[in-house]
């Protein structure tokens, strides 16, 4: 079945107190809108619909980067919801298929029940989300008959036996294109906010002889976010999801809830992830790999049974290769790291590649930026660097070359050389105590005229 995916993203968010518009705050290192559009996904769309209002140059733009061949149209007036799909119809024309309606800022909706609302089609014009809620609120309640959606009843309009109801709308649907398109032509605003509203289509649908159906999914993916302790509710749902997905794929987390991931985060069965890491977005962690605890990773890539951390830092571009091993306190950024290359210690390295078997000491530093531009440091295969080595790029080291602990290299260095470039020790006997005298002397001075 052919398929459109229309996503509402036109809303200010007041309660969120923010410049950004609501569908853009993250959640896992990654907008809201994005993990709408990433569940749309599983209806494999042939056309993806954004109606954006608030902030819609913020809100093109981020649905530019998730996905270039989605279209946003802009909802100049926010009038209500059925007024806000309305505005995906010209986009749509033409179109022959289904259109599944999400929101922007309920990010948790499963495939999985998309896929269920597509098969409900099958039998039914319209399918509308509900879920049964431990505390039904001010919720509009679903009014089922068997399978058949009645009508949907708004809080305030509900007898006392209506409200008794848990069957409770998420405001999502799927139904045929000009179906809905039809529907929404015939909703009007008769009410007190004068909005027309898309929970109104069912009752049309209903008078205009249609079939309409409910199906449930868990309060859980319903969560809308309005305000700052939604998004951290909303957090900490998303994060107790991957985490239980690692470890069903067999990823060995010792602390799970210490450990934070980012939307995009891909980690192989059988690694080990220790107690607070974090990852941010762009992060691949093969199989066997070990991330020790406190580490924190961006934009990179650990090959299978390389070892990060503790206390490391990975950040965009880092690429290690298998049996790399990365120590504490080490950051490596844009750099390649190949296979059995240790940097065990205290060390930055920035716009470089480390060839196979190298060691790097502690200490090291690949001194990368001028000021203005960048510049490449390369070390080949079996280099040994000595600690407190100062790599002053562009520069080369080869292959089994070493440096002097305490050097700063600034020519190339050919293969299997030795680089010392440090000043040569002089002892001066007795000029330390002389030393010592005069700064003591000074303090007591200063003390003094202090008085």
Not at 31 to 46: I, K, R
Not at 213 to 228: D, F, K, Q, V, W
């Amino acid at each position: 079945m052919r398929t459109a995916l229309v996503i509402l993203a036109a809303g200010k968010g007041t309660r969120m107190k923010s410049d950004l518009p609501k569908v853009l705050h993250p959640i896992g290192q990654a907008p809201m809108l994005a993990h709408a559009m990433q569940s749309g996904a599983a209806v494999d769309p042939e056309r993806t619909v954004i109606v954006a209002g608030h902030g819609a140059d913020q809100v093109a733009a981020a649905v530019a980067e998730i996905d270039e061949t989605a279209q946003v149209v802009i909802q100049q007036e926010q009038l209500g919801t059925a007024h806000a799909v309305d505005q995906a119809r010209e986009a749509l024309a033409g179109f022959d298929g289904d259109v599944v309606v999400l929101y922007g800022d309920t990010p948790f909706i499963r495939p999985e029940t998309l896929e269920r609302m597509v098969a409900a089609r099958q039998t039914h014009d319209l399918v509308i989300l509900g879920f049964e809620a431990a505390d039904p609120a001010r919720y509009g309640r679903l009014v089922m008959a068997g399978d058949r959606l009645e009508r949907i009843v708004e809080f305030k309009d509900a007898t006392e036996q209506e409200r008794a109801i848990t069957f409770c709308n998420s405001g999502i649907l799927a139904g045929d294109a000009a179906t809905l398109f039809g529907l929404i032509a015939q909703v009007e605003n008769n009410n007190a906010s004068q909005e027309y509203y898309l929970t109104d289509v069912v009752e049309l649908a209903r008078a205009n002889g249609l079939a309409v159906t409910a199906i449930a999914c868990s309060e859980e993916e319903t969560l809308g976010i309005n305000s700052r302790a939604d998004l951290a509710a909303a957090e900490a749902v998303f994060q107790a999801r991957a985490r239980a997905d690692l470890l069903e794929i067999g990823v060995t987390m010792t602390a799970p809830d210490t450990v934070h991931l980012a939307l995009d985060t891909v980690i192989g069965r059988d690694a080990l992830i220790e107690p607070n890491v974090v990852f941010g977005p762009g992060v691949t962690v093969e199989s066997g790999a070990t991330i020790r605890a406190f580490s924190h990773l961006e934009g990179c890539h650990v090959s299978r049974g390389a070892v990060v951390g503790p206390y490391a830092r990975l950040r965009p571009g880092a690429e290690l290769a298998e049996d790399a091993r990365v120590g504490n306190f080490v950051e490596i950024k844009n750099a390649e790291i190949a296979e059995g290359a240790k940097i065990n210690h205290l060390s930055y390295i920035g716009d470089a590649t480390v060839g196979a078997g190298s060691n790097i000491g502690a200490g090291t530093i690949t001194c990368n930026y001028d000021g203005v531009m960048k510049h490449r440091t390369e070390i080949g295969a079996r280099a040994f660097i000595g600690s407190n080595t100062m790599l002053v790029a562009p520069v080369s080291v080869g292959d089994g070359a070493m440096t002097a602990s305490g050097s700063v290299i600034t020519r190339n260095v050919e293969a299997d050389a030795l680089a010392v470039a440090r000043a040569s020790q002089e002892n001066k006997p007795g000029r330390a105590r002389k030393l010592f005298e005069m700064l003591r002397a000074r303090k007591e001075r200063r003390a003094r005229e202090a008085e």
